[in-house]
C-alpha cells in the first residue's frame, strides 16, 4: 500500500471498483465507518462532535461517520457549507440518512465540541480557499480543538501538498486505499497529523492501468535489490567506492561521505586526496585508504582501475574548473556517480555540459538542496514532485531533492517521497553522509533509482537512531543501527 495516488487517479480507481459491480454507496459507508471508528480512537472521551461537511462525497463521508457517531451515544452536530439542493448522488443518500438537523457554525459552538471533523472539500479542492471560508478555517485552527479529516484537510492540494487558501490543521487524517502525494509532501504534510489509511473495498486490481509513478519511499520499494553480502563473497565482489577530497581546510566534508560510503555498502572506499591534504586526511582515517590525487590526470589514471565502481565528488571539493575536470575524467571512465555540492555548482553556468557528460557514465545520482537544485536547473513554479521529475528527465540522472520531504526522482518517471528524516537532520554534513551512502550503495552494483531511494530512507533512519541534538558525526552509529534493522526485519 505505498503507491501515491494523484486526485485524478484516485476518481479513476473508484469509477473502477464501481464499474466492477461495487455500488459507489456502499464504498461511502465504508469510508464513512472508518472515519467514526477513526474519531472514537483519536478522542475516546469525546462527547460532543461537529462535522463539518461540503456538499460532494467527502461530505457524504461525513453524514454516514455523524451517524454512526450519533447512533454511538455522542452529541453529534453537523454544519454544511455550500447550497444543501447541490448534494446528490450517494452523497444525498448519506444526507437523507441524517435524521438530526443541521447547525449553523460559529465560534461559540466550536468551544462546546471535543472533536471537529473536516468532511468539506478533501482531495475534491477546486479553487483556493478564500473570504469566509478561510476566516471559519483559521477559527478552527486557532481554537486548538483537535481536527479529524476525512481524505485530506480542506485547502491541501492532494497532489502537490501545497495550501490554496487557508487548510485545516489536523491531528489525524483518515484517507482511503491509497495515500496521496499531498500527505507526504510539505507544506501539506504539516496540516495533515497522523494519517491513517483505510481499507474500504477498493480492490488492489484498480491500480492497473492507471500508470502509478509515485510511491512513499520504504524499504517495500527497494528491499530485493539491496546488496547483501555473499558468504562466498570478499571485498572486491562488494565494491570499490572514490571519494574525491577538497584541500587541506576543507577536507571534512569527503571524510564523512567516505566513512558513510564504507558503511552503507562499499567494500572499499578509497579517499582521493589533493597532496597539501594528505597528512591531514591520514591522520584521520583508519579503515579508509588515502591516495594522492592532485590533479584531473591523477584522477584518470586511479579510475583506469576497472574494480573502482562509484566514484563521488562534490563536498568540499571546491567551484570551479578543477572541479569541472575532475567530473568530466569520471564520467567518461564509466563510473557510476554520484554529484554534490560543489560539483554541481560548478556547472552552474553551463549545466548542459554536465548533462552530457552524465550520459557517458554508467548511472548518475545528483543530490541537489534547493539552492543546489535552483542554480542548477532554476527554480520554476512547478510542486516539488514535478520539479524534480523535469529535472531527472531533463538531466539523465536519478535527482535527490532534498528536504524534509525528500523527493528521489529518476529520468524514466519513476518517484519516491521520503517521510521518515526527523528534523535534527539539518545541521552541517548531513547532506555529505547522505552523498556517501548512495555511493555505497551504486558500488556493489544496486540500480540507481532504488540505491538513491534506500540512501534518503537509511539517511532518515540514521537521524531517527542518533536523535535529537545529533551532530553529522554520530550518524555513522545510527547507519549501522539502521542497516541492521533491515537484516532483522
Not at 461540503?54 to 453529534?76: C, E, I, P, S, Y
Not at 489509511?197 to 530485493?224: H, K, Q, S, Y
Not at 535489490?225 to 577538497?246: C, I, L, M, N
Request: hydrophobic share 45%; charged share 20%.
Amino acid at each position: 500500500m505505498f503507491e501515491l495516488l494523484t486526485p485524478a487517479q484516485m476518481n479513476a480507481a473508484d469509477r473502477q471498483t464501481i464499474n466492477g459491480g461495487v455500488p459507489g454507496y456502499e464504498l461511502m459507508k465504508a469510508a464513512g465507518r472508518a472515519v467514526a471508528e477513526a474519531a472514537q480512537q483519536l478522542t475516546p472521551e469525546a462527547r460532543r462532535v461537529h462535522v463539518l461537511a461540503g456538499t460532494g462525497n467527502n461530505g457524504g463521508d461525513g453524514f454516514v461517520a455523524a451517524k454512526l457517531l450519533n447512533d454511538a451515544w455522542r452529541d453529534v452536530r453537523v454544519t454544511v457549507i455550500g447550497d444543501v439542493s447541490a448534494i446528490s448522488g450517494d452523497a444525498k443518500l448519506a444526507f437523507d440518512e441524517w435524521d438530526e438537523g443541521l447547525s449553523d457554525f460559529s465560534v461559540e459552538a466550536l468551544a462546546e465540541a471535543d472533536l471537529v471533523i473536516d468532511a468539506l472539500f478533501g482531495a475534491g479542492l477546486s479553487r483556493p480557499i478564500e473570504g469566509p471560508l478561510a476566516e471559519m478555517i483559521e477559527a478552527i485552527n486557532r481554537s486548538g480543538k483537535p481536527v479529524l479529516a476525512v481524505d485530506l484537510p480542506s485547502g491541501v492540494d492532494g497532489g502537490t501538498g501545497e495550501v490554496r487558501g487557508a487548510a485545516i490543521r489536523a491531528a489525524a487524517t483518515m484517507t482511503f486505499f491509497r495515500k496521496k502525494p499531498g500527505h507526504l509532501l510539505f507544506p501539506g504534510r504539516g496540516h495533515c497529523g497522523r494519517v491513517h489509511v483505510a481499507d474500504i473495498g477498493i480492490p488492489a486490481g484498480a491500480l492497473a492501468g492507471l500508470n502509478v509513478r509515485a510511491v512513499e519511499n520504504t524499504p517495500w520499494l527497494w528491499r530485493a535489490q539491496y546488496p547483501v553480502p555473499g558468504d562466498d563473497g570478499h571485498k572486491f565482489t562488494r565494491g570499490h567506492a572514490v571519494v574525491v577530497s577538497g584541500p587541506a581546510h576543507a577536507t571534512g566534508a569527503a571524510r564523512l561521505s567516505a566513512g558513510a560510503a564504507l558503511r552503507s555498502g562499499a567494500g572499499l572506499v578509497t579517499l582521493a586526496s589533493p597532496t597539501d591534504a594528505i597528512n591531514v586526511n591520514a591522520a584521520h582515517l583508519t579503515a579508509v585508504m588515502l591516495r594522492e590525487v592532485e590533479t584531473a590526470e591523477d584522477l584518470s589514471e586511479m579510475l583506469a582501475d576497472p574494480r573502482i565502481t562509484s566514484v563521488l565528488l562534490g563536498p568540499g571539493l571546491g567551484v570551479g574548473e578543477r572541479t569541472r575536470d575532475m567530473v568530466s575524467i569520471a564520467a567518461k571512465a564509466g563510473k557510476r556517480l554520484v554529484l554534490d555540492a560543489d560539483a554541481l555548482t560548478s556547472f552552474e553556468s553551463d549545466p548542459d555540459t554536465l548533462f552530457a557528460l552524465i550520459e557517458k557514465s554508467a548511472g548518475t545520482i545528483l543530490t541537489p538542496h534547493e539552492g543546489e537544485f535552483g542554480r542548477l536547473f532554476g527554480r520554476g513554479d512547478v510542486d516539488k514532485m514535478g520539479r524534480a521529475t523535469h529535472a531527472a528527465e531533463r538531466s539523465g540522472a536519478v535527482v535527490i531533492l532534498k528536504g524534509a520531504d525528500t523527493v528521489v526522482a529518476s529520468p524514466d518517471g519513476r518517484c519516491s517521497i521520503n517521510a521518515n528524516a526527523p528534523p535534527w537532520l539539518a545541521t552541517a554534513g548531513s547532506g555529505d553522509v547522505l552523498a556517501g551512502i548512495a555511493a555505497g550503495l551504486l558500488a556493489p552494483g544496486m540500480p540507481v533509482f532504488e540505491a538513491a531511494s534506500a540512501a534518503v530512507w537509511l539517511h532518515g533512519l540514521s537521524g531517527q537512531a542518533a536523535g535529537p541534538g545529533l551532530t553529522a558525526e554520530d550518524l555513522d552509529a545510527g547507519l549501522k543501527s539502521a542497516i541492521a534493522s533491515l537484516f532483522s526485519s
